[in-house]
Nanobody, 126 residues
Framework: QVQLVESGGGSVQAGGSLKLSCAVSGYTSRPYCMGWFRQAPGKEREGVAHIYLGGGTTYIASSVKGRFTISQDNAKNTLHLHMNTLKPEDTAKYYC???????????????????WGQGTQVTVSS
Protein backbone atom coordinates (compact mmCIF):
# COMPACT_ATOMS: atom_id res chain seq x y z
CA GLN A 1 0.00 0.00 0.00
CA VAL A 2 1.39 3.36 -1.02
CA GLN A 3 2.14 5.67 1.86
CA LEU A 4 3.32 9.27 1.89
CA VAL A 5 4.61 10.77 5.10
CA GLU A 6 5.46 14.45 5.33
CA SER A 7 7.82 16.01 7.84
CA GLY A 8 9.63 19.26 8.43
CA GLY A 9 6.79 21.66 9.12
CA GLY A 10 6.88 24.11 11.97
CA SER A 11 6.68 27.72 13.02
CA VAL A 12 9.09 30.33 11.74
CA GLN A 13 9.30 34.07 11.50
CA ALA A 14 8.87 35.87 8.22
CA GLY A 15 12.03 35.66 6.18
CA GLY A 16 12.94 32.28 7.58
CA SER A 17 13.33 28.92 5.86
CA LEU A 18 11.96 25.44 6.19
CA LYS A 19 12.55 22.19 4.34
CA LEU A 20 9.66 19.82 3.97
CA SER A 21 10.22 16.16 3.21
CA CYS A 22 7.90 13.48 1.93
CA ALA A 23 8.88 9.84 2.28
CA VAL A 24 7.15 7.53 -0.16
CA SER A 25 6.85 3.82 0.35
CA GLY A 26 4.82 0.78 -0.61
CA TYR A 27 4.93 1.09 -4.38
CA THR A 28 6.11 -1.43 -6.93
CA SER A 29 6.59 1.04 -9.79
CA ARG A 30 7.52 4.63 -9.13
CA PRO A 31 5.07 7.47 -9.56
CA TYR A 32 5.23 9.68 -12.64
CA CYS A 33 4.50 12.87 -10.77
CA MET A 34 4.90 14.09 -7.25
CA GLY A 35 3.76 17.40 -5.94
CA TRP A 36 3.29 19.69 -3.00
CA PHE A 37 -0.04 21.34 -2.30
CA ARG A 38 -1.13 23.64 0.47
CA GLN A 39 -4.37 24.71 1.99
CA ALA A 40 -4.95 27.55 4.38
CA PRO A 41 -8.13 27.84 6.47
CA GLY A 42 -10.96 29.21 4.38
CA LYS A 43 -8.97 28.99 1.15
CA GLU A 44 -8.89 26.58 -1.74
CA ARG A 45 -6.15 24.05 -2.10
CA GLU A 46 -3.23 25.40 -4.10
CA GLY A 47 -0.67 23.50 -6.10
CA VAL A 48 2.71 24.78 -4.95
CA ALA A 49 5.19 22.68 -6.89
CA HIS A 50 5.52 19.42 -8.71
CA ILE A 51 8.13 17.32 -10.40
CA TYR A 52 7.78 14.98 -13.34
CA LEU A 53 9.78 11.96 -12.30
CA GLY A 54 9.87 10.70 -15.86
CA GLY A 55 12.20 13.49 -16.88
CA GLY A 56 12.84 15.79 -13.96
CA THR A 57 10.77 18.73 -15.18
CA THR A 58 9.63 20.90 -12.32
CA TYR A 59 6.87 23.43 -11.80
CA ILE A 60 6.77 26.15 -9.20
CA ALA A 61 3.65 28.23 -8.64
CA SER A 62 4.01 31.93 -9.35
CA SER A 63 3.08 32.73 -5.75
CA VAL A 64 6.25 31.06 -4.51
CA LYS A 65 8.56 31.26 -7.50
CA GLY A 66 12.02 32.43 -6.57
CA ARG A 67 11.51 31.35 -2.97
CA PHE A 68 10.57 27.66 -3.12
CA THR A 69 12.27 24.80 -4.92
CA ILE A 70 11.35 21.15 -5.26
CA SER A 71 13.79 18.28 -5.36
CA GLN A 72 13.87 14.51 -5.10
CA ASP A 73 16.22 12.06 -3.50
CA ASN A 74 15.80 8.88 -5.51
CA ALA A 75 18.00 6.84 -3.24
CA LYS A 76 15.77 7.61 -0.29
CA ASN A 77 12.45 7.75 -2.16
CA THR A 78 11.98 11.20 -0.73
CA LEU A 79 10.58 14.44 -2.11
CA HIS A 80 11.62 17.78 -0.68
CA LEU A 81 10.24 21.29 -0.73
CA HIS A 82 12.80 23.94 0.12
CA MET A 83 11.08 27.07 1.32
CA ASN A 84 13.02 30.29 1.72
CA THR A 85 12.06 33.86 2.50
CA LEU A 86 8.83 32.67 3.99
CA LYS A 87 5.93 35.07 4.28
CA PRO A 88 2.90 35.02 6.57
CA GLU A 89 0.75 34.22 3.54
CA ASP A 90 2.66 30.93 3.19
CA THR A 91 0.97 29.75 6.36
CA ALA A 92 -0.96 26.61 5.50
CA LYS A 93 -1.03 22.88 5.83
CA TYR A 94 1.25 21.40 3.21
CA TYR A 95 0.50 18.08 1.57
CA CYS A 96 2.59 15.76 -0.52
CA UNK A 97 0.86 13.88 -3.33
CA UNK A 98 1.77 11.22 -5.86
CA UNK A 99 0.36 10.36 -9.26
CA UNK A 100 1.06 6.92 -10.68
CA UNK A 101 -0.84 7.44 -13.90
CA UNK A 102 1.34 6.97 -16.96
CA UNK A 103 1.66 10.45 -18.41
CA UNK A 104 4.09 12.78 -20.12
CA UNK A 105 3.39 15.79 -17.94
CA UNK A 106 2.21 16.59 -14.44
CA UNK A 107 -0.97 18.35 -13.51
CA UNK A 108 -1.35 21.26 -11.15
CA UNK A 109 -4.77 19.93 -10.18
CA UNK A 110 -4.92 18.06 -6.95
CA UNK A 111 -7.64 15.73 -8.16
CA UNK A 112 -5.18 14.25 -10.66
CA UNK A 113 -3.09 12.86 -7.82
CA UNK A 114 -4.01 9.49 -6.42
CA UNK A 115 -2.18 9.33 -3.11
CA TRP A 116 -1.80 11.92 -0.41
CA GLY A 117 0.04 12.35 2.83
CA GLN A 118 -1.60 13.60 5.99
CA GLY A 119 0.02 17.00 5.74
CA THR A 120 2.39 19.08 7.81
CA GLN A 121 1.60 22.52 9.21
CA VAL A 122 3.69 25.53 8.31
CA THR A 123 3.09 28.71 10.27
CA VAL A 124 4.89 31.93 9.41
CA SER A 125 4.62 34.83 11.82
CA SER A 126 5.24 38.46 10.95
Amino acid sequence: QVQLVESGGGSVQAGGSLKLSCAVSGYTSRPYCMGWFRQAPGKEREGVAHIYLGGGTTYIASSVKGRFTISQDNAKNTLHLHMNTLKPEDTAKYYCAADFTIRSYCSTRGDEYEYWGQGTQVTVSS
